[in-house]
Nanobody, 121 residues
Framework: QVQLVESGGGLVQPGGSLRLSCAAS????????MAWHRQAPGKERELVAT???????NYADDVKGRFTVSRDNAENSVYLQMNGLKPEDTAVYYC???????????????WGQGTQVTVSS
């Protein structure tokens, strides 16, 4: 019913930048919060940044000042601008969105398939 597709991952040197994109499609009535998460090898998945449909944002402490989350409500999309990347940012990055598929439905969290970000020299 609803699909989230991420793009923009890749290999970057320490100190470099990447911009991740995530587009939601399908049966979408409304979207509330959208978020980015990441999972490094051998670690739990962690929340990186969130943004509400009003544009309020929140970040994990270790990405504050380096990452910026934004969204385009008309395009049902969320973005993550990552600057000053460090090797410890290496992970698979996932987007998520709380989506209502109809006027009488509840919000359900959907996930993308993930995109790999590798920070290495």
């Amino acid at each position: 019913q609803v699909q989230l597709v991420e793009s923009g991952g890749g290999l970057v040197q320490p100190g470099g930048s990447l911009r991740l994109s995530c587009a939601a499609s399908g049966r979408i009535f409304s979207i509330n919060a959208m978020a980015w998460h990441r999972q490094a090898p051998g670690k739990e998945r962690e929340l990186v940044a969130t943004i509400t449909n009003d544009g309020y944002t929140n970040y994990a402490d270790d990405v504050k000042g380096r990452f910026t989350v934004s969204r385009d409500n008309a395009e049902n999309s969320v973005y993550l601008q990552m600057n000053g990347l460090k090797p410890e940012d290496t992970a698979v990055y996932y987007c998520s969105a709380g989506v209502r598929t109809g006027v009488q439905s509840y919000y359900f969290q959907y996930w993308g398939q993930g995109t790999q970000v590798t920070v290495s020299s």
